[in-house]
Each structure stands twice: as structure tokens, then as C-alpha cells.
């Protein structure tokens, strides 16, 4: 089992855009079992490939209280797109920093299963959400990026000071 480094904010490669992938592989599938090993350790409720440095358009959730609810995304796409709703967000390249963001407030995704499966998903609440903040990363760009240029000085501010305090692993190395 591998532990993957979670890139943080403000790192540059955190605004590389995904690209798509042709096969479900074994490659692929070993590196939806590193990133739930991750998320799950983190803990977080959602990850991108994005985040771990792999800049192929893979995303995980699971939103679920017993942690035993996996959904996997490959190539994901909206398809539709409803309301409007505002709700608090986190994410483990922005460690301690929870702001409100507005979103559509029901989809609908299209995607491949961690099998290589077609399938579409409709979602609201927390899914919905996290299912948008994580086709964001796939696309380079990280939550902060819709708050106030106030709000981001700060949170840069913030997050340069607890670097001081603890530096990060070194890019790309697996932490285990
Ligand atoms: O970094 C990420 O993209 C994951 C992020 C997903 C997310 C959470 C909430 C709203 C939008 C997107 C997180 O998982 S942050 C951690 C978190 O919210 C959480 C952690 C443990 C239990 C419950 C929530
Ligand atoms: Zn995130």
C-alpha cells in the first residue's frame, strides 16, 4: 500500500490541466488504490489525481459515514447542471482553510467506473459539491480561486507561516 504526497497550495502544479485517459489499465487501477489509501488516511472525502501529481483525469469519492463507499471517475463530465447553493468547503491541498463557495446545487456526471464502465450519476448535497471541487482540480484550479482577493492574501499568508513550521516532503517522493 502507498501513501501518495498531497501537493499544497500554492504549488504551481496544482494548475497543470488533467488529461484524459484512453485505457482503464493496470496502471490506473493501481493508482485509484493509492489515492483511496490517501484520501482515507488524510482523511478527506474526496481526492483528485491532480493533487497527488498525476495530472490524468481521475477523481475519488466518498462521502459516506462508514468510509466504505468508494465512487470512482474517469473522465468525468457534467452533463446538466441545476440551482444554485451555497456550502462550506475544504481540501487537503489547502490544509485548515474551510470557505463558503457557491455552486450548482444538482448534477449530472458522466464517467468511467474504476472498470472502464460508462456510467451516469446524479447528485446533490455534499456529493455534488465535492464532485464539482474535484473536476475543478482536473481542470487546475483549486477552491480558493472563487473567494475575494483579500481572502486569498490571507489564506497565502497563512499557509507560508505553517510551512515555516512544518516542511514538506520532498516533490513527488511517496511519503511511505
Ligand atoms: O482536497 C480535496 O479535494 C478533498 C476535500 C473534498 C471536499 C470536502 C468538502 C467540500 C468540498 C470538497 C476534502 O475532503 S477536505 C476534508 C473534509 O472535508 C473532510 C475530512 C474528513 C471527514 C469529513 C470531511
Ligand atoms: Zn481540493
Known amino acids: 500500500m502507498a501513501l501518495l504526497h498531497i501537493l499544497r497550495y500554492p504549488d504551481r ?17 493501481k493508482l485509484i488504490k ?4 490517501t484520501m482515507y488516511a488524510a482523511p478527506g472525502v474526496g481526492l483528485a ?4 501529481d498525476v495530472h490524468k483525469r481521475v477523481i475519488i469519492i466518498d462521502v459516506s459515514e462508514t468510509r466504505d463507499q468508494l465512487n470512482v471517475f474517469i473522465n468525468p463530465e457534467l ?3 441545476s440551482g444554485e447553493a451555497e456550502r462550506e468547503e475544504g481540501c487537503l491541498s489547502v490544509p485548515g ?6 455552486r450548482a446545487e444538482r448534477i449530472t456526471v458522466r464517467a468511467l ?8 450519476l446524479q447528485a446533490e448535497g455534499l456529493l455534488a459539491v465535492c464532485i464539482q471541487h474535484e473536476m475543478d482540480h482536473l481542470e487546475g484550479k483549486v477552491f480558493v480561486e472563487y473567494l475575494s482577493r483579500l481572502k486569498q492574501q490571507r489564506i497565502l499568508a497563512r499557509l507560508k507561516k505553517q510551512g515555516r513550521r512544518a516542511p ?9
Open 13 to 29: 502544479r496544482l494548475h497543470k490541466v488533467a488529461a484524459r485517459v484512453e485505457r482503464v489499465d493496470g496502471g490506473i487501477r
Open 34 to 37: 493509492d489515492m483511496a489509501n
Open 49 to 52: 489525481a491532480t493533487q497527488v
Open 79 to 81: 452533463t446538466a447542471a
Open 97 to 102: 482553510v474551510f470557505e463558503k463557495v457557491r
Open 113 to 120: 467506473d474504476g472498470d472502464g464502465s460508462p456510467f451516469t
Open 168 to 176: 514538506q516532503p520532498e516533490a513527488g517522493r511517496p511519503v511511505l
